[in-house]
């Protein structure tokens, strides 16, 4: 009996110290944001039928019930949706080493990034400061951006000449199509060094865009992937193939330059010298293996450099020009603006340094940004220990995301913020010369991300954007085809418009 009594005392004892413990210190028990419940299995089910737009708006009526942090019930972890600027600006800018980490990528996304060897999914720690370092400060130096301004003037070129030949033998120009060549073209020199025909750029635009739109087709073997790669045995040989095919288009340029490399660095002519991205990951090492990148490697992150610049960039043009043929008043402006730079200038370039002189049109590209980013989430965060935000708890190993179109569409920001008004960005406020699309101080859009994983890009996409639109607009009057402008949205790897822009263009004599 005595043994049962002191067992008995002990745990009552444990008990009341817990209920103590639990009153005066409940941030022991922070709960988790709220949001529905789960249904094992079949809620995973219900997002494979969804479709991207479907979700989005699921997200949004999850936020209007549930507030600006919640948890979309999908997987077996916490998956959490911030849709409040202050909430993501604590999280990203104050806190950013906290949330600066990647979630376990899924199957088609290890698969395609030579198991998270790029810098997109990449864990938050030593290899990923190495690719980091070596984009920022070996291609995106405002040096190295200006070393291939002759690249960027060969390429406006091409767009020019596209757009008049189409022009004159159509009578309504799909201009994505010409826009996506384009920027490919850029994006293939600045990474491989090379000026290729148009069927080596096909080529490979078509393999990476086939491994972009990838994450959709094959979405069904990230669930149970042992079992679906049986069940759906042809989608994964599909799969291989497309990898197959990325490799075959791009390991005989890395070869290439990799042989060259020798050559090049005894050049005599320094003023031509360029350094393509694919150089500098051919001396890489892995910091903790001790090794040079593998092919397998280099191609991930070769795609992945392409593919952030070419088809974001194109996206974000092609809604761009869309509303300055929407809105013909606000093209007007813009020519104006540039007519008073240009001056008595006979030449049909708006040069880039020109660029730092046409305020309009920097106001022009943040209005785009603002109203159509071309990615309405960042990609998943995730921390590596239990972290209390906004009063919940962000469990270990949980991942979390941020609506960033919902951010940039906050009434209490912008007024009428569904109107496209680039004039809102030129009013300066509290003195501060340019706005901040870091949001370091405060986050009021963020169409590529904040803190540390913020795009790294973001200044040679912002300075991409400013010289291809100025020099469009410069060269071309555009007006819209019989059918207008639809402003309406679909997912494809970004948020691009439904109706692809139709238009008319004269050339401005």
């Known amino acids: 009996m005595e043994v049962w009594f002191i067992v ?41 039928r969804k479709s991207f737009l479907e979700i989005e708006d699921s997200l949004r009526n999850l936020r209007a019930k549930y507030g ?117 073209c850029l994006l293939v020199f600045v990474c491989f060094g090379e000026k290729l025909n148009e069927k080596e750029i096909k080529d490979i635009e078509h393999v990476l865009q086939s491994v972009l739109l990838s994450s959709n087709r094959f979405k069904v073997l990230n669930f149970w992937p042992r079992i679906t790669r049986i069940l759906f045995r042809n989608r994964w040989q599909e799969l291989l193939q497309t990898r197959k095919e990325q490799h075959s288009v791009l390991i005989p340029l890395i070869r290439a330059r990799k042989k060259g490399k020798g050559e090049r660095l005894n050049r005599a002519d320094e003023d031509q010298f360029i350094v393509p991205y694919v150089d500098t990951l051919l001396d890489l090492e892995w910091p903790e293996e001790k090794r040079k990148l593998e092919e397998s490697e280099i191609v991930s992150l070769s795609s992945e450099f392409i593919n952030a610049g070419t088809d974001t960039t194109a996206t974000a043009l092609q809604w761009i020009m869309a509303n300055l043929v929407k809105y013909p008043h606000i093209q007007e402006r813009l020519v104006e603006e540039i007519r008073g730079v240009m001056g008595d200038r006979e030449e049909r370039e708006v040069k880039e340094e020109d660029l730092k002189k046409l305020p309009y049109l920097k106001a022009v590209i943040l209005e785009g940004l603002r109203r159509h980013p071309p990615a309405h989430f960042v990609l998943p965060h995730a921390v590596k220990e239990d972290v209390v935000l906004n009063g919940f708890l962000i469990p270990k190993n949980g991942t979390i995301n941020f609506l960033v179109a919902e951010m940039g569409w906050d009434p209490k920001v912008w007024e009428n913020p569904m109107e496209f008004k680039p004039e809102r960005f030129l009013n300066i406020e509290n003195g501060d010369e340019v706005f901040d699309i870091t949001g370091s101080k405060e986050i009021k859009m963020m169409p590529f991300g904040a803190g540390r994983r913020m795009c790294p890009g973001y200044n040679l996409a912002m300075f991409h954007l400013e010289y291809f639109v100025a020099n469009l607009v410069w060269n071309f009057e555009w007006k819209a085809s019989n059918g207008g402008v639809d402003l309406t949205e679909k997912q494809e790897f970004t948020v691009v418009m439904n109706n692809p822009l139709q238009v008319h263009i004269y050339p401005r004599i």
């Not at 806190?95 to 990647?102: E, Y």
């Not at 008049?164 to 826009?179: N, P, Q, T």
Request: hydrophobic residues 45%; contains cysteine; positive net charge.
């Open 8 to 48: 008995l005392t002990s745990l009552c004892l444990c008990l009341t110290i817990r209920a103590f413990f639990n009153l005066f210190y409940p941030s022991r028990h922070t709960p988790l944001p709220p949001g529905p419940r789960r249904i094992p299995i079949i809620s995973s089910i219900l997002f494979l």
């Open 68 to 184: 600006p942090i919640f948890v979309f019930p999908v997987r077996s972890r916490p998956l959490i949706f911030v849709a409040d600027r202050f909430i993501a600006h604590q999280a990203l800018v104050q806190n950013g080493a906290v949330f600066s980490g990647r979630p376990e990528a899924l199957t088609i996304s290890k698969f395609f990034s030579a198991d998270q060897h790029d810098i997109n999914t990449a864990f938050y720690g030593p290899n990923w400061r190495v690719l980091r370092r070596n984009l920022t400060t070996e291609m995106l130096h405002p040096a190295r951006i200006k070393s291939f301004s002759g690249s960027r003037k060969w390429v406006l070129d091409v767009l020019i000449n596209r757009l008049k030949y189409d022009s004159e033998s159509s009578s309504s120009i799909k201009v994505i199509d010409h826009l996506q060549y384009a920027m490919f």
